[in-house]
């Protein structure tokens, strides 16, 4: 038992998985993170997702080369989604909107902790407004606010979801062999007898499939 912050789970021989202090490696990964709510409520999010506003640095990161991002978030989540995108962008500044600044120092970062008021745009998102009025021209906003949740980890691992929740099969198993899911993540009902029973199966399948060495 590790009482560990998930940060990122990448997969390559087999799953990669970096915490706040730590990395791991293991041949399977059971997702059971629960059901992350902390989509921030500012005006404008919701209209520029897509265009402009992204949950993702590793899969959406690339569109915004040598362009002007930001990160939305002040954790440990917030900085790692930060490193993935220094490199690909501009430069990214971290909004904490109103929250203590993160310990992150580099080149290309800034941090600016001004309570957003909305996020303005045409066609795509142009520019951040904050409540004291000032406005921040942008290309690119990628929100990692908290911790990173389940269908965060799926969605970067290219396992499908719908409406944010877990695609799975009657074993827990996700489209990604090896990578299963389980409870509130997965979606329908949001209970605990739920929960522990796809718990149970997800356990349980992902210790066969370990046995027959990755071969269900
Ligand atoms: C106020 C409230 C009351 C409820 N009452 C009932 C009830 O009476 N009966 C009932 O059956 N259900 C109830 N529920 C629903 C029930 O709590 C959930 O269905 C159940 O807890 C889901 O279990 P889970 O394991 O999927 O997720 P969770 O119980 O949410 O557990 C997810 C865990 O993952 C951890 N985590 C998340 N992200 C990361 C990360 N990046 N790195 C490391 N750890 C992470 C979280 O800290 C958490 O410990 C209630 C829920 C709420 C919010």
Redesign the pocket.
């Known amino acids: 038992m590790k009482k560990?912050?998930?940060?990122k789970i990448e997969l390559s021989d087999n799953f990669i998985i970096k915490?706040s202090n730590s990395e791991y490696t293991s041949k399977v990964v059971i997702l059971?993170?629960?059901?992350?709510k902390n989509k921030p409520k500012i005006s404008g999010i919701e209209k520029f997702e897509g265009k402009g506003v992204s949950y993702c640095a590793i899969c959406d990161g690339f569109f915004y080369r040598n362009k002007s991002v930001a990160v939305l978030g002040n954790g440990n989540?917030a900085i790692s989604e930060t490193n993935d995108l220094i490199n690909i962008a501009k430069d990214v500044t971290i909004l904490t909107n109103g929250k203590t600044a993160p310990e992150l120092r580099a080149d290309n970062v800034n941090i600016d902790t001004k309570e957003i008021n909305k996020f303005h745009g045409e066609n795509k998102l142009e520019h951040i407004e904050f409540k004291d009025g000032s406005k921040l021209n942008i290309d690119g906003v990628f929100i990692a606010q908290g911790?990173?949740?389940?269908s965060?980890?799926a969605k970067k691992l290219g396992a499908l979801t719908k409406n944010d929740k877990i695609i799975v099969n009657e074993n827990m198993e996700t489209t990604i062999k090896g990578l299963y899911a389980?409870?509130?993540?997965t979606g329908g009902?949001?209970?605990?007898?739920?929960?522990?029973y796809?718990?149970t199966i997800a356990g349980l399948q992902a210790v066969q499939y370990i046995k027959l060495g990755g071969k269900i």
């Open positions: 560990e912050e998930v940060l915490t059971a993170t629960g059901n992350k989540y911790v990173a949740g389940s965060d980890f389980c409870g509130d993540c009902l949001l209970q605990i007898s739920k929960a522990v796809e718990g």
